[in-house]
């Protein structure tokens, strides 16, 4: 019984209270039943309720049982004439045989009610709900993104859409009957398809050969292209996973054909409960081999000079946001109730107006509470709160740029949210952009020129006005907006790429890597090495053959890779052998070229990232 009676809370109950319906259901820690279970049966009922209280009504149910409420009848009547199993009651509980002992008058006023609207079918009833109870996602299409870590578009476009017809528009995809199908001409292994198609029972779904993810949520990792050459990878805020799945499948395309070293996706949630999200995706997707994740780890958290993140050289930064851009997030159909026929004031009729007139107020009500991308909501009774929030969202992404601005090694970014307000956009970019540590260390904008194809011919861009007038980088801002005909959710993205890579120094520290005295003269052991902050352990140096090809200057032979990390975990004697090596080797000439740092025991690694990885 607690299946209806709590349902029948939520039937009625205002959104202000919560949020969304989704929101407001699963975060109740008081329910009894499953949350997804209450929430399928609250969100069918709405869209079937036109057609249950015309049922209702006409077979005079509630006049008959008066112990029945408006919002119960409804919940009870749909599972008895929709659900497979019927009412989820036992046969002799009081609430199922109020129902079943009209079951003759309400199947038979079912049928007219369908023959009314001209459906010569059960199925083709459910097909006409579902076109009019279906809010803003009406007007978009089902975004796919094939996995290239498991699969092609060759392959899905021969098996899992096989039976889809080519479209040759967004429009037609979104406007023709049947089941169309739409190559994205932006971002490769995308694909449009009719919404309402459930994909979720699939092969290819459940093998995570596709991801169903938004176009706009696909231009982050594409825009920051990353390649073998960028090193180790950051997804700084990577619950649910798409991103982080998508990252590790560009790189895979990109991957050389020659041996080069493994790339590392770091991943970072701070919410323990998303990160299981996250592991689950990373899982089905294929992406584990390559992805370490930080459960409960706040990126804001991580120091930049840690050995672990000496070779990060792109990173994606998608923030909590206010989630303005968002399709759909409570797209709750419009309740209607039944009345009780002939009753007066006294009876139900009274408490029917009451309950419908609690329902109506829901509605006005919700446009006071904005819920975050994260599901967070915040009741905003203003447009100063409104401000005031978001200047709290924006100074909060504003300090994620910045943090990510400082890792040694990066060279590129991409900061983006699903907002569509400036001041979590464009306003941030050019924050970000006069920053004393963008300037220290020559961080610049992205330029449109300069971007991957698919995000160099996206038509539309960040706005001028925001931007202070520079049009170049308002021209590097990517946008995107609802109900704009391109068929995605509101976005924004931007670039970030540093020119001068050889500067590993932050604003906070300008003193190089070295251990400095009270003087400011660098510590240096007794062979006069100069000793790293990071380690405590002073530099050993390596002979360089000047005559040598790049790749040798770059990069040593196994055996002397291996002679470096004993010089380093070694006694005094074999620091001895170490500096002896070196100083026989190397000239001035050569010193000034540089030396080369001898890698730390991946040790530290491993505890800190303990029991992150099965």
Not at 220 to 226: F, I, N, Q, S, V
Request: net charge negative; proline share 4%; with cysteine.
């Amino acid at each position: 019984m607690s299946l209806y009676h709590e349902a029948t809370e939520f039937l009625t109950g205002s959104s202000s209270a919560g949020g969304s319906l989704k929101s407001r259901i699963f975060k109740n820690k008081k329910l009894k039943s499953a949350p997804n279970q209450v929430y399928a049966l609250v969100l069918e009922t709405c869209k079937w309720s036109p057609i249950l209280k015309e049922v209702i009504e006409r077979a005079e149910l509630l006049k008959h049982e008066r112990k029945l409420s408006p919002p119960l009848s409804l919940l009870l009547v749909h599972d008895f004439l929709l659900a497979k199993k019927g009412i989820a009651l036992p046969q002799s509980h009081g609430l199922r045989a109020a129902v079943e002992r009209h079951r003759g008058r309400l199947s038979s006023e079912f049928t007219r009610a369908r023959l009314r609207r001209k459906a010569a079918s059960l199925d083709e009833l459910k097909e006409q709900v579902k076109r009019e109870s279906a809010g803003e996602e009406a007007n978009y299409p089902r975004w796919v993104r094939v996995n290239a870590l498991k699969s092609t578009l060759e392959e899905q476009l021969d098996t899992t859409f096989s039976s889809y017809s080519r479209a040759g528009s967004i429009q037609d995809v979104i406007k023709n009957l049947g089941k169309n199908i739409l190559i994205d001409p932006h971002v490769p292994n995308l694909v449009a398809i009719t919404s309402g198609t459930d994909l979720t029972k699939t092969e290819a779904y459940a093998s995570g050969k596709i991801i169903l993810q938004d176009k706009a949520s696909c231009f982050p990792a594409y825009l920051l292209d990353p390649r073998s050459e960028d090193g180790d990878l950051i997804d700084a805020c990577s619950a649910p996973g798409n991103k982080t799945t998508h990252l590790a499948a560009i790189s895979k395309e990109h991957q050389p054909e020659f041996e080069t070293l493994p790339q590392t996706i770091y991943a970072f949630e701070k919410d323990p409960r998303r990160a299981q999200t996250l592991e689950k995706m990373v899982t089905t997707a294929g992406s584990k081999p390559v992805t370490r994740i930080g459960f409960g780890q706040d990126f804001l958290q991580v120091d930049p000079h840690a050995e672990k993140y000496k070779s990060v050289g792109a990173l994606l930064l998608d923030p909590s946001c206010s989630g303005s851009g968002i399709v759909g997030r409570d797209s709750m159909p419009d309740l209607h109730l039944p009345e009780i026929s002939g009753a007066t004031d006294k009876g139900g009729a009274g408490k029917t107006n009451k309950r419908k007139r609690k329902h109506e107020q829901v509605e006005p009500e919700a446009k006071n509470v904005m819920v975050d991308d994260d599901g967070n909501e915040t009741v905003v009774e203003s447009e100063k709160d409104l401000e005031s929030r978001l200047e709290a969202l924006a100074s909060f992404q504003l300090t994620i740029l910045l943090h990510a601005f400082k890792f040694p090694s990066a060279k590129k970014v991409t900061y983006s949210t699903c907002s569509v307000h400036m001041q979590e956009n464009e306003r941030v970019v050019m924050r970000a952009l006069d920053s004393d540590i963008a300037k220290k260390r020559n961080w610049r904008i992205l330029l449109r020129k300069d971007q991957v194809s698919g995000m160099k011919e996206w038509p539309v861009r960040g706005l001028t006005s925001a931007c202070g007038g520079d049009e170049n980088v308002a021209d590097a801002c990517i946008r995107s907006y609802k109900d704009d005909g391109q068929g995605v959710m509101g976005f924004f993205v931007a670039g970030f790429v540093r020119d001068d890579t050889q500067d590993t120094d932050t604003v906070e520290d300008d003193e190089g890597p070295y251990l400095r005295d009270d003087g400011g003269s660098i510590i240096r052991d007794i062979l006069g090495m100069p000793v790293l902050k990071s380690t405590g352990v002073s530099v050993s140096l390596t002979a360089r053959d000047e005559s040598g090809s790049e790749a040798e200057k770059h990069g040593e032979e196994d055996d002397e890779e291996e002679e470096e990390e004993e010089e380093d975990d070694d006694d005094e004697d074999d620091d001895d052998d170490s500096a002896t090596e070196g100083s026989t080797g190397s000239s001035r000439s050569q010193q000034q070229q540089g030396v080369a740092v001898s890698t730390l025991d991946e040790d530290e690694d491993e505890d800190e990232w303990n029991g992150l990885d099965d």
